[in-house]
């Protein structure tokens, strides 16, 4: 997993709580240190870990704490991606074009990161599909980013998000409806 969402990891952790959470959230983890470099991959393991260990803490299941940091992750994915992104889309449109503008970018450009893979269909105008595929088994993240999306662009309340399958399996279908 890329650093940088090690780095919004400790971020979040040190808004919602304080710095000492992150760094018993490290200690809980077994990790040797909660400094992370944008620069570097780091094991998958290690974000489960944290994960796992924040979600203790907060008392909820590591999938909804999955979920929270997904919408959290948004506003600085869109600064990181503003380039891809066209000023006329709002929260579908960004869903059906992230495989192909933001993703393959990612893999060309970091070979090393594997973002997960995203097959898009437009059922219509307010509908979309979204069947995420990664080992990684994170489609609460991805449910979070899309309710983010939703944010960011200030349609959440016409944003209806439903998993149609576990969100912990390697493949998750992801029904987002926007009503008019």
């Not at 709580?17 to 094991?43: I, N, Q």
């Not at 959290?72 to 994915?77: E, N, Q």
């Not at 960011?152 to 279908?173: H, K, L, M």
């Amino acid at each position: 997993m890329h650093g940088t969402i090690f780095s919004l990891l400790k971020r979040y952790v040190q808004t919602q709580y304080d710095h000492a959470a992150w760094v018993r959230l490290v200690e809980a983890a077994g990790l040797t240190s909660g400094d992370f470099s944008h620069k570097e991959v780091y094991p998958d393991e290690h974000l489960y870990a944290l994960v796992g260990q924040a979600a203790v803490a907060a008392g909820i299941p590591p999938g909804e704490l999955h979920e929270k940091f997904g919408e959290y992750l948004v506003p600085d994915l869109m600064y990181m991606y503003k380039r891809f992104v066209k000023p006329e889309w709002r929260t579908l449109d960004m869903l059906e074009h992230t495989e192909h503008s933001m993703h393959n970018q990612v893999r060309r450009e970091h070979p090393e990161n594997s973002p997960p893979v995203l097959n898009v269909q437009r059922l219509n105008e307010n509908e979309v599909l979204i069947d995420y595929v990664s080992p990684r088994r994170m489609g609460g993240l991805a449910v979070g980013i899309v309710r983010g999306l939703a944010a960011y662009f200030d349609e959440a309340d016409r944003i209806d998000v439903q998993p149609t399958t576990s969100e912990e399996g390697q493949r998750v279908q992801i029904h987002v409806r926007r009503t008019p």
